[in-house]
């Protein structure tokens, strides 16, 4: 099955610049996925005993948005 994503310039160039001259996007992101040794979900509950520090994240996260929508 094929899906078409979409993905930055940036992104793009990115995967570009590791893409081997025989190698497909599709292999270029399976090869980096598969060097990842973590798992998302190995997060989970993180920050269960520490939502004050959730909020400040969340709080410092916002204002960079607002920063970049300017």
Known sequence: MVK???VSDEAYMALAELKGEDESFSEVIIRILRKRKV????????????SDLWLEIEK???????????
């Open 4 to 6: 078409t994503i979409t």
């Open 39 to 50: 798992n998302l979900s190995d997060f989970y509950g993180v920050f269960k005993d520490n």
């Open 60 to 70: 410092e996260i916002l204002e960079d948005r607002r920063r970049a929508s300017r």
